[in-house]
């Protein structure tokens, strides 16, 4: 009879994650003259077990944020000391808002990072967006400048390309709709004024709240900001829309345009 031709490791395609090799892999034909081997994952199955007591029993409080970034993790690569992964992900994005709003494309290049997870860390830093976006729906938007400013943080700080937003008020300025008009390179995006009030008509605003964030980190208005700013104004008021303010996001803070009297 002949022998059917054996199969190497290399002949084997590797899934695109961990998350992915530990569910499709099949069973092994056990070796019973190998030498046993201590369980590899012991090492980490009661760290897992202790943190989940601390933070039921304390709260987030009780951990460090590489600790809150396990948490999360153990349930996406559920077979793999994720600490190490934990902490390679905050020293190259620096903090929690910078792994959550990293492309996907960079999270991939931290090892033990594939596609999968990538794509369901994006989703926790959606799941975040839409949270806070819920909370100013239907709200006088002025009435809670703080959320609008936290909102606009979240949603934009750590985008590496500039993007234009538009806030459309109606009458009692409560939002009717949040849209991305532009975007651009990291250090320019082109505005057109007549487009953005031929947008607040189509949506029956009366009022507008810009914003854009700069790359860069540095929320600093550059002169192009404020003269865009004025074209946009001054489009819109004969048309009976009023521009609220022009907010510029950085990493680690913003500017009002109007609180710095520019407009």
């Known amino acids: 009879m002949t022998k059917p031709p054996s199969t190497s490791d290399s002949d084997i395609a590797q899934p695109a994650d961990e998350r992915g090799f530990f569910a499709e892999q099949q069973p092994k034909r056990l070796n019973l003259d190998a030498p046993a081997k201590p369980a590899d994952d012991a090492h980490y199955l009661g760290h897992r077990d202790r943190l989940r007591s601390r933070y039921r029993d304390h709260g987030d409080t009780a951990l460090a944020d590489y600790e809150i970034l396990e948490l999360l993790l153990f349930r996406l690569i559920p077979r793999r000391d ?146 865009m700013t004025k074209m946009i104004i001054d489009t819109a008021k004969p048309l009976g829309i009023t521009v609220h303010d022009h907010i510029i996001i950085g990493k680690d803070g913003h500017a009002s345009l109007k609180g710095l009297r520019l407009i």
């Open 82 to 227: 994720t600490k190490p992964i934990a902490k390679a992900l905050l020293e190259r994005f620096g903090t929690l808002a910078g792994v959550f709003g990293a492309p996907p494309s960079l999270l991939q290049e931290v090892k033990g990072v594939g596609e999968t997870v990538a794509l369901d860390l994006k989703l926790v830093s959606t799941v975040a967006h839409r949270t806070l976006k819920s909370e100013l729906k239907g709200k006088q938007v002025l009435g809670s400048w703080s959320s609008v400013i936290e909102y606009c943080h979240a949603a934009m700080a750590h985008e590496a390309r500039e993007q234009f937003r538009i806030l459309f008020l109606d009458k009692r300025n409560a939002l009717i709709a949040d849209e991305v008009q532009q975007t651009g390179t990291v250090d320019h995006t082109p505005v057109y004024p007549r487009e953005v009030v031929k947008r607040a008509l189509e949506l029956s605003a009366t009022a507008l709240i810009l914003v854009h964030n700069h790359p860069s980190g540095d929320p600093t208005p550059s002169r192009a900001d404020i003269e």
